[in-house]
């Protein structure tokens, strides 16, 4: 009697703690833009990459990349995107903007800008805006280092907010 007893309580003791683990999970995996980690892999080919580095002296050196699924629907020749349509530095005085170098290629569009803000200002927020210049491009994975910090994240067309876990075991630190 003593071993059916301790084999019932064993038995109610895991599927409470079952119930527990299944109640007390509060992500659905299936959330797009909270679980995005799950997700980031199947649809790394169709991501853009937007690399900044902003350096003491003012000077920010970027590079970008679009897969070609983002180039649908544009002539090889419209690509061309001034860097004020890739992206805007927050500042109190204006950046001045160049386009260094761009490439077409089958897999894409790769370009690279030089910015120059000034040593004496103050950088603020940085706002991508390649969605509104690039309706067929859905996520951008950027990459951000100042000589302070360093942030990688993706935005997507899908999420109201920057997703800063991209990849499993990342912790959001947003």
């Not at 009697?1 to 119930?19: C, N």
């Not at 959330?31 to 003491?56: Q, R, S």
């Not at 309706?135 to 280092?145: F, G, Q, S």
């Amino acid at each position: 009697m003593t071993d059916t007893r301790s084999y019932l309580q064993g038995i109610v003791r895991t599927l409470a703690v079952a119930a527990c683990v299944t109640a007390c999970t509060t992500d659905d995996a299936t959330d797009y833009c909270k679980n995005h980690y799950v997700f980031h892999a199947e649809h790394l080919a169709d991501v853009g990459t937007l690399a900044l580095e902003m350096h003491e002296d003012g000077h920010i050196n970027s590079s970008l990349q679009l897969p070609r699924s983002a180039l649908a629907g544009m002539a090889d020749a419209s690509v061309g995107l001034a860097p004020e349509s890739v992206f805007r530095v927050s500042t109190a005085s204006q950046c001045e903007h160049q386009r260094v170098s761009e490439t077409i290629s089958n897999s894409g569009f790769a370009a690279t800008f030089a910015s120059d803000c000034g040593a004496d200002n103050d950088l603020g927020q940085i706002d991508v805006l390649l969605f509104e210049a690039l309706p067929a491009l859905d996520e951008m994975l950027v990459d951000i280092k100042t000589p302070v910090t360093a942030k990688r994240f993706a935005i997507s067309r899908q999420c109201a907010n920057p997703i800063f876990r991209i990849e499993r075991g990342t912790v959001n630190d947003g």
